[in-house]
């Protein structure tokens, strides 16, 4: 009994960084990374309270209270750009999830080496394009006066297509960039997660006569459920907050497209850029952390209700 006692009682915390010194200077840098990034310029919240001055600073400016906040709140447009935000969103991680994991799947299911490696290769390219360079592109490709694909209808005596005076067509567009830029990168973990499974059951599903589409249904999708909901929750900490590149590199400043691609993260900029107002900027920066913060909180309590083993925390 006395020894069990002695057993059960944990170690102190020195004695814990004495035995794993190592290993905890190795986590050292990441640590030192988080702190002075993430951590350290937190302070800087104090100017969503503030009147900022530049002579003053950020701790020296007088104190506004939540006038920046109202100001956002008169301009009549966080409501906009909010929606805008969530459902982009929300249509890139649920379009997100079915194309990456599908991806994943099929690379896994060639069977020829050699194709295998060229068809991941083209679909990761995207990835490393810019979004400069990708709004470059499309801008050279759908110009009214001098784009590819209107020089080719006028050729074949057809309507010119205005792209940058639609805004109905944009919500697509920016939805087929964002999958065309991020399904290979994605699909890499999806395809990791798959390799890492157990063959025995595939070997087992064979000799019972599963067809490859069964295999597919009832072992390789369900194994992927718990990577799937980790990358979800991930997604879901930044529903609220916009891909600044694809909106502003794509769109550029169309304010004619503004009701339908401006988000919260191009809002914020241009206030900063436009009015040089750094109080109502932070103020629209805190607001889109906290309702990043609300939502992961509800979403992984939501999850470790019906599963604990998928949350984060």
């Not at 905890?24 to 002075?36: D, G, K, R, S, T």
């Not at 100017?47 to 003053?56: C, I, P, V």
């Not at 290769?121 to 001098?146: C, D, H, K, Q």
């Not at 900029?269 to 109502?280: E, W």
Request: proline share 4%; charged share 15%; glycine share 6%.
């Amino acid at each position: 009994m006395q020894k069990t006692k002695e057993l059960s009682v944990k170690p102190s915390f020195l004695h814990t960084v004495k035995k794993h010194w190592i290993l905890l200077l190795m986590l050292l840098p990441a640590l030192a990374y988080v702190v002075i990034f993430s951590y350290i310029p937190m302070t800087g919240i104090v100017l969503a309270f503030k009147d900022y001055q530049y002579a003053g600073g950020i701790y020296n400016s007088p104190w506004s209270g939540l006038e920046n906040f109202n100001a956002l709140l008169v301009a009549g447009k966080l409501g906009q750009v909010t929606r805008n935000t969530l459902l982009y969103n929300i249509a890139f991680i649920v379009l997100g999830v079915v194309f990456e994991m599908g991806s994943a799947i099929l690379l896994n299911e060639i069977v020829f080496r050699k194709f295998k490696k060229t068809a991941q290769t083209f679909m990761f390219l995207p990835y490393f394009i810019s979004w400069v360079v990708a709004g470059a592109i499309m801008y050279n490709v759908f110009n009214y006066e001098r784009g590819v694909v209107n020089h080719l209808l006028t050729a074949m005596n057809l309507e010119a297509f205005d792209l940058y005076n639609t805004p109905g067509a944009w919500p697509f567009i920016l939805v087929f960039l964002k999958l065309w830029k991020g399904t290979g990168y994605g699909s890499v973990v999806y395809l990791a997660a798959i390799t890492g499974l157990d063959q025995e059951m595939f070997e087992a599903a064979t000799i019972d006569g599963a067809r490859a589409w069964q295999k597919v249904r009832y072992i390789t999708i369900p194994s992927l459920i718990p990577t799937m909901m980790i990358l979800v929750l991930l997604a879901v900490g930044n529903i609220f907050r916009g891909d600044f590149g694809l909106f502003y590199q794509t769109v550029k400043s169309s304010a004619l497209l503004q009701p339908v691609t401006d988000v919260i993260d191009t809002y914020v900029f241009r206030l900063l850029i436009n009015n040089s107002d750094v109080g109502v900027s932070a103020a629209a920066g805190l607001y889109q952390s906290v309702l990043c913060f609300i939502t992961i909180t509800i979403c992984n309590r939501l999850v470790k209700k019906v599963q604990p083993d998928y949350a984060l925390y």
